[in-house]
């Protein structure tokens, strides 16, 4: 389990909603494959009031709507709405789209114009009204984590074999923190099953490149790996991979692919 700095844990494998809710013609499987994931035990849902301009909050909420209390679901303001009241009111419009009264964790989906400090305000003004239970940022770098108060519960960052960037200081700092991570793109949008190291592992393992690229990202015990599954067939293959153990000569087979960064790498975005 992931254990974040307020105490709460949950599974180290949930489900992304980027681009879902876009396709009318897609709607119904991806509800049955969010729905799949909640029965499989992938039970963080993540979305943000952006996806689709709140279409995937909207889509969440029916494949949610009767199981509320067995998910764990996050949500994000966008930058441009992250005043004090701004905050409030995104959080509240986001509340209303995904039919409940209440978010597990709300980030701050990169930084933008307004004051960090600001932001935060309005966190906690949610978590005292019980709009929302907790939050935390996306797409901060280390420097920018270390302005925060006591109270973030997470960071969620571009993560995976491809972008490993964050290994230099940015989960360092988390670790330090006790906070952990949630990595988004974990299998860089699909682009990672295509690369022959990576198959090869698969191979090996008797695994599937996601899979195995999964695993990775959930090998050290404080990263949240979020991939999207449109499908409910996709969503039993991403389930799997939280039983696939990684040998340290597997360990050593993808870092000679996919090298651990030497020096600091700014902090990347999709």
């Not at 039919?99 to 305000?121: A, F, I, Q, S």
């Amino acid at each position: 389990m992931i254990t974040f700095p307020d105490g709460t844990q949950v599974p180290p494998l949930g489900q992304g909603t980027w681009n879902m809710g876009d396709s009318p013609a897609a709607r119904d499987s991806e509800i049955d494959a969010l729905r799949t994931g909640i029965d499989l035990g992938l039970t963080v849902i993540d979305t943000a009031e952006m996806y689709g301009g709140g279409r995937s909050e909207e889509l969440v909420g029916e494949a949610i709507a009767g199981r509320r209390d067995e998910v764990f679901l996050v949500s994000k303001v966008l930058p441009s709405n992250a005043s004090r009241a701004g905050t409030v009111e995104a959080c509240r419009a986001s509340l209303r789209r995904l039919g409940t009264d209440r978010l597990d964790l709300y980030l701050l989906h990169w930084r933008g114009r307004h004051p960090l400090d600001e932001t935060v305000d309005a966190f906690e003004e949610l978590v005292a009204d019980g709009s929302i239970r907790s939050w935390g940022v996306s797409n901060l770098d280390a420097d920018e984590l270390a302005e925060l108060p006591d109270g973030c519960q997470t960071d969620q960052v571009l993560y995976n074999l491809t972008r490993r960037g964050p290994e230099f200081d940015l989960l360092p700092f988390a670790s330090a923190k006790g906070m952990p991570v949630m990595a988004y793109s974990p299998v860089e949008q699909g682009r990672l099953l295509g690369n022959s190291a990576l198959a090869d592992v698969a191979r090996d393992l008797g695994a599937t490149p996601t899979q195995v690229a999964l695993a990775w990202t959930m090998r050290s015990g404080s990263v949240l790996s979020i991939p999207k599954a449109s499908t409910a067939a996709h969503v039993r293959e991403n389930a799997a991979a939280r039983e696939l153990a990684l040998s340290n000569e597997v360990l050593a087979r993808l870092d000679a692919a996919f090298p651990a960064p030497s020096e600091p790498v700014p902090l990347e975005m999709l």
